[in-house]
């Protein structure tokens, strides 16, 4: 498997991951540490796709 393809894999299997959390169940500081890994792995994921994918035409499904 491409290793770029493998990573962006496994980034999205953290944030599905990370979004099947029923957060609401958390206590505040989780709450705010899953809201924090979301957004940094999302920041991380659009830093590093490839040339040409803008994204313009994906959607995240959160």
Do not use: C, H, I
Not at 7 to 30: E, F, H, I, P, T
Request: glycine fraction near 6%; aromatic fraction near 6%.
């Amino acid at each position: 498997m491409d290793q770029q393809f493998e990573q962006g894999y496994r980034m999205y299997r953290v944030l599905s991951s990370l979004n099947r959390l029923d957060v609401d169940r958390l206590d505040d500081a989780d709450q705010e540490r899953v809201k924090t890994a979301r957004d940094l792995l999302e920041e991380v994921s659009l830093l590093t796709r490839p040339a040409g994918g803008d994204g313009a035409d994906s959607q995240a499904d959160f």
